[in-house]
């Protein structure tokens, strides 16, 4: 029998603060804001904010973003960007996850104390040379340094066995 997979529409949110060091050849690199995921998607792993597609959102990420962001995080965001797509498939689990990855540039608000009923333990801006790459699910500092580094709108299509940190094949084109 061959069984359907149960499609997920979401999105990833990243808040980008770039801050310029006067007089410096570096080329500039973003904070982003992410956190140690308590539960849901990602649990136990440092990840972005996002969520899933409510009917409401009608189905624009835009909406799903500012609204994620503003549930998770407190803040509400402006000059928005899609500068990615994801698409995940979980095959033990019959699972494909169409993501939406969008990046905020402005925001209103501000970061909220989290408590045990929130999806993360803690959220900050992290600058991006600082990130912790084996504490992110495997695979994402590739996608993450074209969108970030490289500038380059990127689709990414994953395919794992038995969960996410179960990766079979990955590829990455541009959007």
């Known amino acids: 029998m061959n069984e359907q997979f149960q499609e997920i529409r979401a999105v990833v949110v990243f808040f980008e603060k770039i801050t310029e060091v006067e007089q410096s050849s570096q080329p500039l690199l973003p904070e982003l804001l992410m956190g140690l995921k308590r539960r ?5 792993y440092i990840m972005p904010v996002g969520g899933h597609y409510e009917d409401s959102d009608m189905n624009n990420p835009i909406f ?4 994620e962001g503003k549930e ?5 965001g402006s000059n928005n960007m899609v500068i990615g797509k994801i698409i995940v498939t979980i095959l033990e689990k019959r699972e494909r996850l ?27 801006f992290i600058p991006y040379n600082q990130i912790c790459w084996p504490e992110l699910l495997p695979r994402e ?14 689709l990414v299509e994953i395919t794992c066995g038995k969960n996410r940190e179960d990766i079979i094949k990955y ?3 541009l959007l």
């Open 40 to 44: 849901g998607y990602g649990e136990g």
């Open 64 to 67: 799903v973003s500012r609204r």
């Open 72 to 76: 998770e995080s407190g803040l509400l």
């Open 98 to 124: 169409f993501i939406d990855v969008i990046i905020f540039t402005n925001w209103s608000g501000e970061l909220k104390e989290l408590s045990s009923d929130d999806e993360f333990y803690w959220l900050k």
């Open 141 to 154: 500092k590739d996608w993450m340094d074209k969108i970030f580094i490289d500038h380059q709108p990127s």
């Open 171 to 173: 590829k990455i084109s």
